[in-house]
Each structure stands twice: as structure tokens, then as C-alpha cells.
């Protein structure tokens, strides 16, 4: 056998894992595995007016997350994804990251696999799926342009365009991993975009299926903190 074959061999005969990188994908199969959980949000008051806009992303069954700022002015709250929208319910938050967690019920899409934020290197490609202006599942390319670290962690710039309504959507790697729910734009310069890693999504998925697993699923209300206009670390 050959020189490569043989030193397989002997490596996989010792018990050494090898384990083979995976090959990037081209941006339509990333859009058709990654969309699956992207949804879009609509708040509304108590006259039933849109107050908010935005997207979401799902990271366990029956759980979504977005950015707060979509959601803090509304009563209910509408979720669709392709041609169904259902009632949510905003059951947790956290207030330093800007992540709310909404329960639906119903929708056809697939959790998002969750990606190691702590390995994304400036240069790399990624992709961002939202509902930027309403134009529901929107797929942009760009790239990593910086990681910015603040007291309570990294947020990671992109190249990726986005827009109103692109927020609480979903940053992900060229292989269909979440690795950053879209935060925001900086409007004072140009394709300064920002997401919140997806670690931090994450934390928030347990504590709100911890929630769900109660089996007391109740509606909260956000604090007033968070009803205003609030400001990223990145920008104090």
C-alpha cells in the first residue's frame, strides 16, 4: 500500500481518532440546511399594530431566539417560516446580551446546528439569512472583518449584508453551522455589521426549555430597560 494508506493504517490500528475536515459548501446548500431554522417575527400592540420586525432562529424544538430589541415594544407575537405563521409566546431573556427566547408550536423547521464561535478566525466566509425589510429568508454572503471583544464577550463583525429586519437572524459558517445571531449595524459607517456569537443563544435555549419542560409555560413581560432603545457595548 502506499506511504499515506499505510501510515492510516498504523494510526487507526493504535487507536489514534483521525477525523477528516469537512469541505466547504457551496452557498445554495448552505442556504437549504441552514433556512430550515430561520423564521420571521412580527410584534404587535394590544390594536394588533406591527410594532416590530425581524427574524429568528431556531436552536432547539419548539424554541426560538432573536434579538430583544425585535420584540420589546409588543403584546404578540407572530412567527412564520415559508407560507405558515403561528402565535409565540417570549418565555426568557437576557438582558446584557439583547437575547429573548420565544415558544412556538407547529412550525416545519429543523434546529440549527450550533457552531464553536471561539474558532472563527477574521478572513472566513460566512452567510446571513434574515428577513431584511420583510423579504422573507434573504441569503447574503460576506466575510468575518473583525472579532470584538467586550466585558461580556466577543461579538463578530461581518461584510454580510443586512438591513431593517435582518436582526435576530442567523450568521452562519461556510458548512451550515450557527455560529452568530445578527445584533446590529453601525449607521455611521458603512457594512459595519455585527452578530452575538451562538454560544450565547445557546445558554439562553436551556434555561428557556427548562422552562417548557415545566410544563407552565406563561408569557413574560420585558423590563423597561429593555422596552427602550438600548445600546450594544460595542457602541458605549
Same mark, same amino acid.
Given at each position: 500500500?502506499?506511504?499515506?494508506?499505510? =501510515?492510516?493504517?498504523?494510526?487507526?490500528?493504535?487507536?489514534?481518532? #483521525?477525523?477528516?475536515?469537512?469541505?466547504?459548501?457551496?452557498?445554495?446548500?448552505?442556504?437549504?440546511?441552514?433556512?430550515?431554522?430561520?423564521?420571521?417575527?412580527?410584534?404587535?400592540? /394590544?390594536?394588533?399594530?406591527?410594532?416590530?420586525? +425581524?427574524?429568528?432562529?431556531?436552536?432547539?424544538? &419548539?424554541?426560538?431566539?432573536?434579538?430583544?430589541?425585535?420584540?420589546?415594544?409588543?403584546?404578540?407575537?407572530?412567527?412564520?417560516?415559508?407560507?405558515?405563521?403561528?402565535?409565540?409566546?417570549?418565555?426568557?431573556? &437576557?438582558?446584557?446580551?439583547?437575547?429573548?427566547?420565544?415558544?412556538?408550536?407547529?412550525? &416545519?423547521?429543523?434546529?440549527?446546528? =450550533?457552531?464553536?464561535?471561539?474558532?472563527?478566525?477574521?478572513?472566513?466566509?460566512?452567510?446571513? =439569512?434574515?428577513?431584511?425589510?420583510?423579504?422573507?429568508?434573504?441569503?447574503?454572503?460576506?466575510? =468575518?472583518?473583525?472579532?470584538?471583544?467586550?466585558?461580556?464577550? *466577543?461579538? #463578530?463583525? /461581518?461584510?454580510?449584508?443586512?438591513?431593517?429586519?435582518?436582526? +435576530?437572524?442567523?450568521?452562519?459558517?461556510?458548512?451550515? *453551522?450557527?455560529?452568530?445571531?445578527?445584533?446590529?449595524?453601525?449607521?455611521?459607517?458603512?457594512?459595519?455589521?455585527?452578530?452575538?456569537?451562538?454560544?450565547?443563544?445557546?445558554?439562553?435555549?436551556?434555561?428557556?426549555?427548562? #422552562?417548557?419542560?415545566?410544563?407552565?409555560?406563561?408569557? #413574560?413581560?420585558?423590563?423597561?430597560?429593555?422596552?427602550?432603545?438600548?445600546?450594544?457595548?460595542?457602541?458605549?
Amino acid at each position: 500500500m502506499g506511504a499515506m494508506k499505510l =501510515i492510516r493504517a498504523l494510526l487507526l490500528g493504535s487507536g489514534v481518532l #483521525i477525523t477528516q475536515p469537512c469541505a466547504a459548501r457551496t452557498p445554495d446548500l448552505v442556504f437549504k440546511q441552514a433556512s430550515r431554522s430561520v423564521v420571521m417575527i412580527y410584534a404587535t400592540d /394590544t390594536s394588533g399594530k406591527i410594532v416590530g420586525r +425581524g427574524s429568528g432562529v431556531f436552536v432547539r424544538k &419548539d424554541l426560538l431566539v432573536t434579538t430583544c430589541h425585535v420584540v420589546a415594544r409588543g403584546k404578540t407575537f407572530l412567527v412564520g417560516h415559508t407560507n405558515k405563521r403561528l402565535p409565540a409566546r417570549l418565555i426568557a431573556y &437576557d438582558a446584557d446580551r439583547d437575547l429573548c427566547a420565544l415558544n412556538v408550536q407547529g412550525l &416545519d423547521v429543523t434546529p440549527a446546528r =450550533i457552531g464553536d464561535a471561539r474558532g472563527l478566525r477574521v478572513g472566513q466566509r460566512v452567510y446571513a =439569512i434574515g428577513t431584511p425589510e420583510g423579504f422573507e429568508l434573504t441569503l447574503s454572503e460576506g466575510l =468575518i472583518s473583525g472579532l470584538r471583544e467586550t466585558s461580556g464577550g *466577543r461579538y #463578530i463583525q /461581518t461584510t454580510a449584508p443586512i438591513s431593517e429586519g435582518s436582526s +435576530g437572524g442567523g450568521l452562519f459558517d461556510s458548512n451550515g *453551522r450557527l455560529i452568530g445571531i445578527i445584533s446590529f449595524t453601525f449607521s455611521a459607517g458603512q457594512n459595519l455589521n455585527f452578530a452575538a456569537p451562538a454560544g450565547w443563544a445557546g445558554d439562553l435555549a436551556k434555561k428557556a426549555s427548562s #422552562i417548557v419542560s415545566s410544563g407552565s409555560v406563561k408569557q #413574560i413581560e420585558l423590563p423597561p430597560s429593555l422596552t427602550k432603545q438600548w445600546r450594544h457595548p460595542l457602541l458605549k
